[in-house]
């Protein structure tokens, strides 16, 4: 049997085995709670403490610089834990192994290839080549 993804995730093997699909859905959503709601859980509550000490700071360059760095690392995490988890929900249910694939691809590769592009914005001299870049583009014919 072959199974069409790019690589042996737990849904698809899942799905190409014969045995209990109830089984197999309850089974992937006790792995999809361990391994995706718990860590976005402790995320999420560690971002509600660095906020709350972030409004106690006096410094209004510091609160900027922070909230900098943590809407980055929120992007790259929403980015990737977004479509990790809908692509082993989903699929206990539906059945477009190309959907699937795609988001797959998403959190596989796209994630990790965009994580030093959305943290080398921070740098000045990566804004202002990337700025002279797209006015580059934008005024070619």
């Known amino acids: 049997m072959t199974v069409p993804h790019f690589f042996c995730e737990l849904s ?4 190409a085995t014969s045995s209990n699909t109830l089984i ?3 089974l992937l959503y006790v792995v999809t709670a361990l391994l995706g709601v718990f860590p976005v859980t402790g995320i999420l509550y560690s971002y509600s403490q660095i ?3 972030l409004m106690r700071m006096s410094s209004s360059v510091g609160k900027s610089k922070a909230f900098s760095t943590c809407g980055s690392h929120l992007c790259v995490v929403s980015l990737f834990y977004g479509t990790g988890l809908g692509v082993h929900l989903s699929s206990a249910r539906t059945h477009s192994s190309q959907g699937n694939m795609i988001a797959s691809v998403m959190y596989t590769v796209v994630t990790p290839m965009l994580n030093h592009f959305i943290y080398s914005l ?3 001299d990566v804004k202002g ?6 006015s580059r583009a ?3 014919p």
Do not use: H, P, T
Request: hydrophobic content about 45%; some cysteine.
């Open 138 to 140: 934008a005024s070619c």
């Open 24 to 26: 197999n859905i309850i």
């Open 51 to 53: 906020v709350s000490s």
């Open 12 to 15: 698809q093997l899942l799905k």
């Open 129 to 134: 080549a990337l700025g002279r870049l797209l």
């Open 122 to 124: 921070r740098n000045k």
